[in-house]
């Protein structure tokens, strides 16, 4: 079977398909989904006491997300196993650092399982937890000055993989109309090689990064106002531009994942979840992004998207 680029991102039940983390106060829940997009509602929490999620990954590498919580300066997540999580406390002082995403920038994983890392920033600084699967991370200083560059995505955009068949994820940086990527490469020695991709976005900004079409490589999508256009990526980071649509009638991009498990060759392909209001969609992907929508719901009663896939928290 082919590796692909990550554990179904925000798949808690380990049953294949990618589920969606709602919100509404201090109420958590989840939407299990299935092949036909026909969800299963789980109230997992009446009382956060605080906490808030700030991402989602599969931190101890069993083949299952969890989720990160953060409340002020402490940071903790819950181990999922079949929707019962266990809670573990990471931190209880971050000295003002914040989470901005998560990847397996070492490819420790094996094969289909990613072992997730926490990217934190802190002003200019950049530094990732790197997890070993027994949740006893390791400290590592990316960066001491960003020079204004911000993160805008976690993905394995050159398709690297690593000694153990996990995909190497890179970190996409936005400032200003520049875009740039830290590759990663298979070593694990977190020794990342800089390449600019744009000197001039023309307007457009960064979405969200998933595999469109199932090739193995993080895809970048990108908006402005209501059109929405994609950069698929090949092994050189040479990308091909892709206008998805010229009018997006207020909908917006709050998520991506591969929602009904749909596969090429194996590798999952990722679809794009969008809000309007009180409304929930989805656009589902072939190999060669043809998409189909599908209206998931026309009134949320005031939940908020908390997690749904691929992304970095911004």
Same mark, same amino acid.
């Given at each position: 079977?082919?590796?692909?680029?990550?554990?179904?991102?925000?798949?808690?039940?380990?049953?294949?398909?990618?589920?969606?983390?709602?919100?509404?106060?201090?109420?958590?829940?989840?939407?299990?989904?299935?092949?036909?997009?026909?969800?299963?509602?789980?109230?997992?929490?009446?009382?956060?006491?605080?906490?808030?999620?700030?991402?989602?990954?599969?931190?101890?590498?069993?083949?299952?997300?969890?989720?990160?919580?953060?409340?002020?300066?402490?940071?903790?997540?819950?181990?999922?196993?079949?929707?019962?999580?266990?809670?573990?406390?990471?931190?209880?002082?971050?000295?003002?650092?914040?989470?901005?995403?998560?990847?397996?920038?070492?490819?420790?994983?094996?094969?289909?399982?990613?072992?997730?890392?926490?990217?934190?920033?802190?002003?200019?600084?950049?530094?990732?937890?790197?997890?070993?699967?027994? &949740?006893?991370?390791? @400290?590592?200083?990316?960066?001491? /000055? +960003? *020079? !204004?560059? #911000? =993160?805008?995505? $976690?993905? %394995?955009?050159?398709?690297?993989?690593?000694?153990?068949?996990?995909?190497?994820?890179?970190?996409?940086?936005?400032?200003?109309?520049?875009?740039?990527?830290?590759?990663?490469?298979?070593?694990?020695? &977190?020794?990342?090689? @800089?390449?600019?991709?744009?000197? /001039? +976005? *023309? !307007?457009? #900004? =960064?979405?969200? $990064?998933? %595999?469109?079409?199932?090739?193995?490589?993080?895809?970048?999508?990108?908006?402005?106002?209501?059109?929405?256009?994609?950069?698929?990526?090949?092994?050189?980071?040479?990308?091909?531009?892709?206008?998805?649509?010229?009018?997006?009638?207020?909908?917006?991009?709050?998520?991506?994942?591969?929602?009904?498990?749909?596969?090429?060759?194996?590798?999952?392909?990722?679809?794009?979840?969008?809000?309007?209001?009180?409304?929930?969609?989805?656009?589902?992907?072939?190999?060669?992004?043809?998409?189909?929508?599908?209206?998931?719901?026309?009134?949320?009663?005031?939940?908020?998207?908390?997690?749904?896939?691929?992304?970095?928290?911004?």
């Amino acid at each position: 079977m082919s590796n692909w680029e990550d554990t179904y991102a925000n798949d808690f039940n380990g049953d294949g398909n990618s589920d969606i983390l709602f919100s509404q106060g201090q109420f958590l829940g989840v939407w299990t989904e299935n092949s036909s997009l026909n969800p299963t509602w789980t109230l997992l929490s009446n009382n956060t006491n605080g906490w808030s999620v700030v991402g989602s990954g599969d931190y101890n590498g069993d083949g299952t997300n969890d989720i990160l919580w953060q409340n002020g300066q402490s940071l903790g997540v819950w181990t999922e196993n079949g929707l019962n999580p266990t809670w573990h406390l990471l931190s209880n002082n971050l000295n003002g650092w914040s989470v901005v995403g998560g990847g397996d920038y070492t490819g420790f994983g094996s094969g289909a399982v990613q072992n997730d890392d926490i990217l934190f920033q802190n002003g200019q600084n950049l530094g990732v937890w790197v997890e070993n699967g027994n &949740l006893n991370p390791t @400290w590592h200083l990316l960066s001491n /000055n +960003l *020079n !204004g560059w #911000s =993160v805008v995505g $976690s993905g %394995d955009y050159n398709g690297a993989v690593g000694n153990t068949l996990a995909n190497v994820d890179d970190i996409l940086f936005e400032q200003g109309q520049f875009l740039g990527v830290w590759t990663f490469d298979t070593s694990g020695n &977190l020794n990342p090689t @800089w390449h600019l991709l744009s000197n /001039n +976005l *023309n !307007g457009w #900004s =960064v979405v969200g $990064s998933a %595999d469109l079409n199932g090739d193995n490589r993080s895809d970048i999508l990108f908006q402005n106002g209501s059109e929405l256009g994609v950069w698929t990526e090949d092994s050189n980071l040479n990308p091909t531009w892709h206008l998805l649509s010229t009018n997006l009638n207020g909908w917006r991009v709050v998520g991506t994942s591969d929602y009904n498990g749909a596969t090429n060759d194996g590798i999952p392909m990722d679809d794009i979840l969008f809000q309007n209001g009180q409304n929930l969609g989805v656009w589902t992907f072939d190999s060669h992004l043809n998409s189909t929508w599908h209206l998931l719901s026309n009134n949320l009663n005031g939940w908020s998207i908390a997690s749904a896939g691929n992304g970095t928290i911004r």
